[in-house]
């Protein structure tokens, strides 16, 4: 379990890098958008904001996944990002989904590998 834990991890890690620095660096070109995605992309563009949060986000939870610290709070910070990746490609691009159900999965699966952290989270006191 923990082999599949530091592989997932890590596959994780080089994913969020990868998208993150490739939209800071405009390192390669934006994928042709169609029909209600364009328009939905649109409105993310138009926020000015959300775009650069969520791929910062993703560089710092990136980089704690790569090294293996904070795992705990990057697992707990991207998950709002992942499930929004899920939805986003269940709804409006489905040809894409294999990857969202690995993001999606792969967060479950190493919060639950990390599970113990994050048992008082649910304690009623």
Request: hydrophobic share 50%; charged share 15%.
């Given at each position: 379990?923990?082999?599949a834990?530091i592989?997932?991890?890590t596959?994780?890690?080089?994913l969020?890098l990868?998208t993150?620095?490739?939209?800071f660096?405009?390192l390669?070109p934006?994928?042709?958008?169609?029909g209600?995605?364009?328009?939905?992309?649109?409105?993310l563009v138009?926020?000015?904001?959300l775009f650069?949060?969520?791929?910062?986000?993703?560089?710092?939870?990136g980089?704690s996944?790569?090294?293996?610290?904070?795992m705990?709070l990057?697992?707990?910070?991207i998950?709002?990002?992942?499930?929004?990746?899920l939805l986003?490609?269940?709804?409006?691009?489905?040809?894409?989904?294999p990857?969202?159900?690995?993001?999606?999965?792969?967060?479950?699966f190493?919060?639950?590998?990390?599970?113990?952290?994050y048992?008082?989270?649910?304690?009623?006191?």
């Open positions: 379990m923990k082999i834990a592989i997932i991890r596959m994780l890690g080089l969020f990868y993150s620095i490739s939209y660096f405009h390669t934006e994928p042709v958008s169609t209600e995605f364009k328009a939905f992309q649109l409105g138009a926020s000015m904001y650069p949060l969520a791929k910062a986000v993703e560089l710092l939870c980089l996944f790569i090294t293996g610290k904070y705990t990057a697992n707990i910070i998950f709002p990002v992942t499930l929004n990746i986003i490609n269940y709804f409006l691009t489905p040809e894409n989904l990857i969202a159900i690995f993001v999606f999965v792969g967060n479950i190493l919060i639950f590998t990390h599970w113990e952290n048992k008082g989270l649910f304690k009623a006191d």
